[in-house]
């Protein structure tokens, strides 16, 4: 009869390769996937959201660096307070948008006293990448919201929640692609209303606008 450490060591031996023939096989599955034309693939990862698309980098050589590759990008995150997965998102948008080049279709974030500061170099840069889509919620304070939003000259949605709306730059003139726009607990200068005329503008076709 066996030693029982030799039956143990066995079993180890044992289990260790079925986990190293399931991570293999998943290896495999991935890579295949990498055969897909490369506009399902940026599908697939945007659709995943910014954090799993990251992760993907783990799961083989081949998809160390695909998430880099993609032609748009949706960063999203919700209120920190909720999900300390949304804190370590935020902590890495400056390396994201630094390894990712691609355009910013869309930039959600609920911004506690930590983020906040951070505002203004993020939206340089994404205004530069051609955002859409800009939600921005922050904490106490009424922080001034930097005037570096005006230069996002391609927003079609705009929300804001909990921010001082600063002074228009000189030259501002509306938001040309602007269709939506919310403004929740915010604070307007003396000439708030014709702050309003003026991201406005004079469009049209309005799909929804609300102040409150």
Avoid at 148 to 155: D, E, L, P, Y
Wanted: hydrophobic share 40%; glycine share 8%; net charge positive.
């Amino acid at each position: 009869m066996p030693p029982r450490g030799s039956t143990k060591r066995r079993r180890g031996r044992g289990r260790g390769r079925a986990t190293e023939a399931a991570a293999a096989a998943a290896a495999a599955v991935a890579d295949a996937l990498l055969s897909l034309p490369p506009e399902i693939l940026d599908d697939i990862l945007i659709r995943v959201g910014i954090r799993d698309a990251v992760r993907t980098s783990a799961l083989s050589r081949a998809w160390r660096r695909r998430w880099e590759e993609l032609s748009s990008l949706d960063l999203c995150f919700p209120l920190p307070g909720d999900d300390e997965g949304a804190r370590k998102g935020l902590a890495a948008v400056d390396g994201v948008l630094l390894r990712c080049p691609g355009r910013v279709q869309r930039f959600c974030a609920d911004l506690d006293n930590t983020y906040a500061g951070r505002i203004h170099d993020w939206l340089r840069v994404i205004s530069r990448r051609g955002v859409e889509i800009l939600s921005l919620s922050f904490g106490d304070g009424f922080p001034a919201l930097p005037s570096s939003v005006f230069s996002c000259g391609r927003i079609t949605s705009l929300s804001l929640c909990g921010c001082s709306i600063p002074p228009l730059p000189a030259g501002f003139v509306a938001f040309p692609e602007l269709r939506i726009l919310i403004l929740m607990n915010v604070r307007l200068h003396d000439s708030g209303e014709y702050q309003l005329e003026q991201i406005i503008g004079c469009a049209d076709d309005w799909y929804y606008l609300a102040s409150k």
